[in-house]
Structures are given as structure tokens and as C-alpha cells.
């Protein structure tokens, strides 16, 4: 029974892994701003919840596993915000020229 | 003994090229970022001794720590006097070279002429 | 143990991002990649079994001076019609090598040449704990076994920022810092602060609260509340304190007057310069870092909002 659930936290660690690498990818490769966000924000989201689900069967008590849970909703309350404020600026921007 | 003779010599390297910036950046907006490199790694260097000193159960020695918290506190103060400086220097001069003749070369904003007085 | 490897590349990855901060040609990059350079010293900080001191990295070291350094890059664009800066002379940057080369060669023979023995001060740190009634020992440190040098501290920040209020323009003297930030009251960021302000609010006290037992602390907590007042005054839905307003200065100096109370109280009829007795020693150490919280997160929003640019 623990190595199963040793093996499914791996599984997803490292399947949110692969998500971030792919974000990291695609801030380096994608040409303009808005693509970028639009990569990061899968890093951002469906890697870390990822992460994090993988490192809920490791956690000893249901409160840090909450706290966990809490950074990841935190996390993705911030880049929402965030991406939209940098993809707005950067639209004016673009107008501008 | 924890062995912390690699985190030194990372720390040693970090704070070698914060001096190395310190010295060579032409902007001070530039300096004042290779200060706080300096900074954080002799903050680093703090922990080294602090995990050195791992004892009682502790993971690592406290008194360090507390001494390097008051010292991250108070270099955050110092870097925003430094801002408001430069800020200031900006309004005044129209620019933050502080070699003359470059700067006289390419500024022509920020006109406050009241000085410091 | 962490595992040789990754302990390698973590530092391999803070030299790097640290290169990138001293070498790049953009400031705003520079900015940027020190704020992810603090985050990973502050994981290092973690490595090094120092998790009081990981949080205050995170939280000031890399996130408070990055706002403050981004805003400065900011405004130092709008102000200065620089040129390209000139470019520094090969002879200054051999002299700069040489120089950083031979600091760093002396700290790396010093650190290898670290004994197998340490000293240290933690088996009587651990001793004296249960005295002051805390189950953080850095904590204990702070505010009990060094408590001077926080106390100290406080009037330092308080110096910084009577140096930044003194680079006023005339016109400006004893006014508001800042200039008065105008954002979209239906938009984006006023919705952000709205939600995310009283979460951080609760989550700063949750963290200066539990540093009595558990890694935080006041540093920390006060860190967290100052950053929910910025975010409030980027949206738009508070402004900064005039700083002649009466309220401003006296939490201003709430933080070194309660400690310096206690102390001469502790003097006077106790046994001597902020030596706790055991009985009251948990609810004294409440007390001050209570004020001292209120203190450092006010100090923290005005280092932050600079210099009077306004009138009151």
C-alpha cells in the first residue's frame, strides 16, 4: 500500500514536471508576451496543482495538507491577476506602436 | 558535521561577483543590486556557521539566525535609503550617471531646480 | 540528507542566476532575475535548516526590496533621459577581477579550512528556553537572549526612514509619499486586492502568531501585512499615510517604546534590563512583538513609499 502511494506522488510530481518544463519552453521559445503568458500559466496551474496533489499522501496531518491546498488556490488567484494585468499593459503597448 | 564546504564556497563565489558588479556597473541602480548580491551571500555564509553549529536538536545554531534576520531587516532599510537617494539624484540632476561627461552626453529630463537645500 | 547532486545543482543554479545580475545589460532584467535569485537563496536557506530565516529571505530580502528596486528601475526610466551608460574601461574591470578573485579565494581558504568542531551557543539556547515560555528558539533569540539588538533595530529603521522623509522637496515637506496611484475601480488588480487583501491580512498574523512555537515570527508576519497595504495602495483602494499624521508616528515608534518600556519596567522592579521573570516572561514577549509587528509592517510600507512628494 505505501509504495503504491510512494509511486502515484512520484507519478505526479513528475507529471507536473513535464508541465513545467513545457511552460519554461514556451516563456523561451513563444515570440510575444501574450503566448508566453499563455505558457506560463500552465506551469502555473496544472503543474503546480500537480506538485502539490503528489505531495498530499506525503504530508503528516490534514492541516498542512489544507495549507498545501491553500498555496496552490493562492498561487493561481495570483498568476490569474497577474497575467491579466501584464496582458492588458501589453496590449496598450502594442497599440501604442 | 554537516558537511558545508560546498555551500562556502557557493556563498564565497556569490559574494565575489556581487563585488566584481559593485565595482564595474555604470549604473548605481546597477551597484545597489550587486550590494544586496554581496549581501545575501554573507547572510549565507552566517548560515554556514549556524548549521555548523547544529546542536540540543536544533537543526541549526539560533543565535545566527536571529542575527541574520536583524541583518536582512536592516539591509532592506539601507537599499531604500539608497533608492530615495537615487530618486532624488534623479529629480535634480536629470540623471543618475555619476560620471559627469556621460551623463552630460544623453539627459535632458527631470528638471526640479530647488535643489537640496 | 539531501542528496550530494542536488545540493550541487541548486548552487550551481543561484551562481548562475546571480551572473545573470551582475553581467545582463537591462536593468528591469536585472531587477527581475534578483527577485527569482532572493527565492532561490531562500531555498537555500531551507537546505540549511534555517526556516525563520527562509521566510524573512522570501519575504524581504526578494520580494519587498524587489518592489522597491522595480519601482525605483520605473522610475528612474521615466525621470532620466539617459543614454546608453558608457561602458566601463577594461583596466577598471581587470582591477574589479582581480579584486573580487582574491576576496573569494581568501573566504573559500576559510571556509575549508573550518575545523571539525564548531562552536556553538545552541545547547544553552536550548537550556534557557523553557524560561521564556517560547518553542521557537530563534524567536527566543530576538526578543529575549538578544533582545538589545532588536530593540536597537527598531530604532535603526526608524533612522532609515527619517532619512528618506528628509530628502523632500520644500514644497513637499511633511507631505505624502508617492504619487497618488490611479487604478480602474472595476479592473483587475482592485478585484485582486479586494479578495486577496483580507486573506494575506489573516495569513500575516496567522504567521506572526505561530512564531512563538513554530517557524515565522514578527519579522515575517509584520512582512506579510505591509505587503496587503501596498497591494491595497496599487489598486487604488487605500493611500499612503501622510507622514504628519499623528497615528503614523506614533505606531512608528510604538515598537522601540514598548521594548525600551518593559526593559526600564524590568530594570526597576525586576532583576534587571529586560531580564524576563519566568512567570511573565510569555505574555511580556506577546506584548512587544505585538507592538513590534504593528511597527515594522508600517516602517516597511513607508521605506517603501520613499519620499514626500505631495502635499499633505
Known amino acids: ?97 | 558535521m554537516p558537511d558545508t564546504t560546498q555551500f562556502g564556497i557557493a556563498s564565497a563565489v556569490l559574494i565575489g561577483l556581487g563585488i566584481y558588479g559593485l565595482i564595474v556597473s555604470p549604473q548605481p541602480l546597477r551597484k545597489l543590486l550587486a550590494l544586496n548580491v554581496i549581501g545575501t551571500g554573507a547572510f549565507l555564509l552566517f548560515g554556514i556557521v549556524a548549521r555548523r553549529g547544529a546542536a540540543a536538536g536544533f537543526g541549526a545554531d539560533p543565535v545566527p539566525q536571529a542575527l541574520v534576520i536583524t541583518g536582512i531587516v536592516v539591509a532592506f532599510a539601507a537599499t531604500a535609503l539608497a533608492a530615495a537617494l537615487l530618486l532624488r539624484l534623479a529629480r535634480v540632476a536629470g540623471t543618475t550617471a555619476l560620471d559627469r561627461e556621460a551623463g552630460a552626453e544623453g539627459s535632458s529630463g527631470g528638471a526640479d531646480e530647488t535643489g537640496i537645500r | 540528507m539531501n542528496p550530494a547532486a542536488f545540493d550541487l545543482g541548486i548552487a550551481l543554479l543561484v551562481v548562475a542566476i546571480a551572473a545573470f545580475v551582475i553581467f545582463t545589460r537591462d536593468a528591469y532584467a536585472a531587477v527581475v532575475a534578483f527577485v527569482a535569485y532572493g527565492l532561490l537563496v531562500s531555498l537555500r536557506w531551507v537546505m540549511l535548516h534555517a526556516v525563520d530565516v527562509a521566510m524573512t529571505e522570501a519575504a524581504i530580502g526578494s520580494g519587498l526590496t524587489g518592489v522597491l528596486l522595480l519601482g525605483t528601475a520605473a522610475r528612474l526610466r521615466d525621470e532620466c533621459a539617459d543614454g546608453p551608460p558608457a561602458r566601463t574601461g577594461t583596466g577598471l574591470r581587470v582591477v574589479a577581477g582581480i579584486v573580487a578573485l582574491t576576496v573569494t579565494g581568501l573566504l573559500v581558504a576559510a571556509v575549508v579550512g573550518f575545523g571539525e568542531t564548531a562552536p556553538t551557543l545552541a545547547p544553552q539556547a536550548a537550556a534557557a528556553l523553557p524560561a521564556t515560555g517560547l518553542g521557537n528558539p530563534v524567536t527566543a533569540v530576538l526578543i529575549a537572549y538578544r533582545a538589545t539588538d532588536t530593540l536597537l533595530e527598531k530604532v535603526v529603521l526608524v533612522l532609515a526612514l527619517l532619512g528618506i522623509w528628509s530628502l523632500a522637496a520644500d514644497g513637499a515637506w511633511g507631505g505624502r509619499p508617492g504619487r497618488k496611484q490611479r487604478a480602474d475601480p472595476d479592473g483587475g488588480l482592485a478585484y485582486f486586492a479586494r479578495r486577496l487583501v483580507p486573506v494575506g491580512v489573516l495569513v500575516g498574523l496567522y504567521v506572526f502568531w505561530v512564531g512563538a512555537n513554530h517557524p515565522g515570527g514578527a519579522f515575517q508576519g509584520a512582512t506579510i501585512l505591509a505587503a496587503m497595504w501596498l497591494l491595497a495602495m496599487m489598486a487604488g483602494l487605500a493611500d499612503v499615510p501622510s507622514i504628519r499624521e499623528v497615528r503614523v508616528r506614533a505606531v512608528l515608534v510604538a515598537g522601540a517604546a514598548v521594548f525600551l518600556a518593559v526593559g526600564l519596567a524590568l530594570l526597576g522592579f525586576g532583576d534587571g534590563f529586560l531580564a524576563y521573570p519566568p512567570a511573565f516572561a510569555k505574555a511580556l514577549i506577546v506584548g512587544i512583538e505585538v507592538a513590534m509587528t504593528a511597527t515594522v509592517a508600517v516602517t516597511l510600507v513607508l521605506l517603501i513609499a520613499g519620499t514626500p512628494e505631495r502635499k499633505a
Do not use: C
Not at chain 1, 501574450?34 to 500559466?41: F, K, V
Not at chain 1, 495538507?65 to 488567484?77: E, S
Not at chain 1, 490569474?80 to 501584464?86: E, P
Open chain 1, 1 to 97: 500500500m505505501n509504495t503504491l502511494v510512494t509511486l502515484a506522488s512520484a507519478g505526479a510530481i513528475a507529471a507536473g514536471l513535464v508541465f513545467f518544463v513545457a511552460g519554461s519552453a514556451g516563456l523561451l521559445r513563444f515570440p510575444d508576451t501574450l503566448t508566453r503568458l499563455h505558457a506560463l500559466t500552465k506551469a502555473d496551474n496544472v503543474g503546480l496543482g500537480l506538485i502539490v496533489l503528489g505531495l498530499l499522501p506525503q504530508v503528516d496531518g490534514v492541516l498542512t495538507g489544507l495549507k498545501l491546498i491553500a498555496i496552490w488556490a493562492l498561487v493561481l488567484f495570483g498568476s490569474a491577476a497577474v497575467s491579466q494585468l501584464i496582458a492588458r499593459a501589453s496590449y496598450r503597448d502594442r497599440e501604442r506602436r
